[in-house]
């Protein structure tokens, strides 16, 4: 009985600094999959734009549709948007053979179809990110490159990082950019940021999304960055005018809510 | 008393060889057994038999010596008489006419029936072509072959033993569907001869909206889509009917196509029309 309790003993005792090093090298190995000087360039891209209190930039995005498990068709959403602080949203896109329009004045939303004739209003009052939430939440509407103008939730995704990469400098379109990869518990995620300190730009996103047979991907690419725009006073109003017609805007029940991207016609 | 033992003396020698020896009067029975082809198969000529000639001698070979045999005389008279004339004529062969009218003009006459003409016999072993006598039996005393498969020539023959009645329902013959069931009894998926299928408006196949989903169907309608709204289930159309009135004012924009009300919706990007008509209405 002496013996069978000694080799109990000498079995826990030996585990124990095994035990300790595993625990160790779970931590060791996870510090070591984040790669902070990634976590850093990324999060001072957000921080820099969060500050800014008005900026412009023009977009183009392509993302996929995997139809029958396999085939992917990729969809282009291009445009232009702009932010002022307090004052308002305006967006222009085109999508597929028609053009839509976002404006946001502080007091009311509107989207609208110029070519088709057509809008839709809401009244809702807020900061741009409380537009955000309520849209995708309540009118499955989703904004076009919202993350690069939001104040609050820009460094959600990086927040829920597990791993990091820098993968040096490349250059995007003659802009010198910091290569570098994400992956989160929902998307993979890739981002070329410019490399200088000053105006530490996004000049294009890659995402992925592990989790969907086919791994469809959005691409975004920016130009013609604006951080310091002046617009002109009816930069964020919307007139009606006599020739579009009133749509209904109806509200989504929550699991039918928004959060996806807008197919658009 | 000398002839008492004599003959028991040979009874003895007798006894002592084989009965065939007995036969043949030899005291060696191998040498009985081979003369008359005994247990060593069939009887063989004797070795001192003289062997045939190889080969026949020419004819303008001279002959070593004259034939002890005085040759026959050409003049000889012929010893056997020759037949006598026949004085009969011959009877005629000719069958001799009925006496009946033929009422059975295509059967051909009994005599000749399945006979060659030119006198050769009847072919009684010909296949498929039964003679005269024969009434369905085949040659070799054999049974007709009513009892084989496939030939039920009576009904009461082909049935199964112990009473079974016969294999009509059994599957690959399906003599009788219906037999052994209810009546107005029918197979699955069966239909009345005459059976077309129902009207129904093409297309007949619609492929899922990669934002709505499965597609559904009325009559009125067309196909239509549902997606959750608040509070209720919108019922929709992409694509509006022909010949539509517009109904606008500030707050929204309706049409009515053929009594149906439609609603125009801006639903996650995307225009539809809402259906606003009841759809028991519609019904």
Request: aromatic letters at 10%; charged letters at 20%; glycine letters at 8%.
């Amino acid at each position: 009985m002496k013996r069978l309790a000694f080799a109990i003993s000498a079995m826990t005792i030996g585990l124990l600094p095994s035990v300790t090093f595993a625990q160790n090298s779970d931590s060791q190995e996870a510090a070591s999959a984040i790669d902070s000087q990634a976590v850093d360039i990324a999060k001072a891209s957000t921080k820099f734009l969060s500050s800014l209190p008005a900026l412009q930039t023009g977009w183009f995005v392509t993302y996929d549709e995997v139809v029958a498990g396999r085939e992917k068709k990729t969809y282009i959403w291009s445009g232009s948007s702009a932010l002022e602080r307090g004052k308002g949203y305006r967006s222009t896109s085109e999508r597929g053979d028609t053009t839509r329009e976002y404006v946001y004045d502080g007091k009311s939303f509107t989207v609208a179809s110029l070519d088709r004739g057509y809008y839709a209003s809401l009244s809702m009052t807020g900061p741009f990110d409380d537009l955000v939430t309520n849209l995708q939440d309540n009118h499955g509407i989703t904004l076009p490159v919202w993350e690069v103008f939001s104040a609050q939730n820009g460094d959600a995704f990086l927040n829920d990082v597990v791993e990091a990469t820098y993968h040096g400098v490349t250059l995007v379109g003659g802009t010198p950019a910091h290569h570098l990869s994400f992956r989160s518990s929902s998307e993979d995620r890739q981002m070329w940021i410019a490399t200088d300190p000053e105006r530490p730009v996004p000049l294009m996103v890659v995402g992925t999304d592990p989790y969907q047979q086919g791994w469809p991907q959005y691409h975004a690419f920016f130009h013609n960055w604006n951080t310091a725009p002046k617009f002109q006073p009816d930069m964020f109003s919307f007139d009606t005018g006599d020739t579009l017609r009133r749509v209904t805007l109806p509200k989504l029940r929550a699991e039918a809510g928004g959060g996806e991207i807008e197919a658009g016609n | 008393m000398k002839k008492l033992l004599l003959a028991s003396t040979a009874a003895i020698a007798m006894l002592l060889s084989s009965p065939d020896a007995v036969l043949t009067l030899s005291f060696q029975p191998d040498s009985a057994e081979a003369q008359r082809g005994g247990f060593r198969g069939p009887a063989q000529k004797p070795a001192m038999s003289r062997p045939r000639p190889q080969t026949r001698p020419a004819f303008n070979k001279p002959r070593p010596f004259p034939s002890a045999r005085p040759r026959p005389s050409v003049n000889r008279p012929i010893t056997r008489p020759r037949p006598r004339p026949q004085t009969r004529p011959s009877p005629i062969t000719r069958p001799r006419p009925s006496l009946r009218p033929n009422l059975r003009p295509n059967r051909p006459n009994r005599p000749n029936a399945n006979r060659p003409s030119n006198g050769r016999p009847p072919a009684w072993n010909k296949p498929n072509r039964p003679n005269r006598p024969s009434t369905g039996m085949p040659g070799n005393g054999r049974p007709p072959a009513w009892n084989k498969p496939n030939r039920p020539n009576k009904p009461g023959v082909g049935r199964p033993p112990n009473g079974r009645p016969p294999a009509w329902n059994k599957p690959n013959r399906p003599n009788k569907p219906g037999a052994g069931r209810p009546p107005g009894w029918r197979p699955p998926h069966w239909r009345p001869p005459n059976w077309r299928p129902p009207f129904w408006r093409p297309p007949y196949y619609r492929p899922d909206h990669h934002l709505w989903g499965r597609p559904l169907w009325f009559p009125r309608l067309g196909w239509y889509y549902t997606h959750p709204v608040r509070n209720s289930t919108a019922a929709f159309v992409g694509v509006l009917p022909d010949n539509c009135d517009g109904i606008y004012s500030e707050d929204e924009t309706l049409y009515e196509c053929n009594g149906i009300l439609y609603r125009e919706t801006y639903l996650r990007g995307v225009i539809v029309y809402e259906i606003i008509t009841d759809l028991d209405d519609l019904r």
